[in-house]
């Protein structure tokens, strides 16, 4: 079974996803402050996005739908084939390792 989130019909809808990259970091949650709540009047009615910069930082940063860029998609494409080569890198020397423990024998 799907997870499902239900965003009532009065609420515009999300511009970003869960997970999604941006300019300013991978999106980690989304929250709304309704119209006619003291936290929208106080911060403006909208979407809010808890973003990450940086995967090996605990840095949280909490910005307005308008504060977000996404990245164009020759920037997404240059950023995952990074991450793809880096993962495969840690394969790599990951298997490397398993020769040497076992003398050669990859079989156990």
């Known amino acids: 079974m799907?997870?499902?989130i239900s965003i009532p019909q009065h609420w515009g809808y999300p511009r970003?996803?869960?997970e999604q990259r941006t300019e300013q970091g991978t999106i980690l949650g989304v929250?709304?402050?309704p119209n006619?709540?003291?936290?929208?009047?106080q911060f403006d009615e909208?979407?809010?996005y808890v973003l990450m910069p940086n995967k090996n930082s605990d840095e949280i940063s909490y910005l307005k739908e308008d504060q977000i860029q996404p990245l164009t998609p020759e920037?997404?494409?240059s950023e995952i084939t990074a991450e793809i080569?880096?993962?495969?890198q840690q394969i790599s020397i990951l298997q490397q390792q398993l020769?040497?423990?076992t003398g050669g024998s990859t079989n156990g």
């Not at 080569?85 to 495969?88: D, H, I, P, S």
């Open 31 to 33: 929250y709304y402050y």
């Open 16 to 18: 970003f996803t869960l």
């Open 2 to 4: 799907q997870p499902t």
């Open 85 to 88: 080569e880096f993962y495969q």
């Open 36 to 41: 006619g709540t003291e936290l929208a009047e």
């Open 75 to 77: 920037e997404l494409f």
């Open 99 to 101: 020769v040497a423990i």
């Open 46 to 48: 909208g979407w809010r």
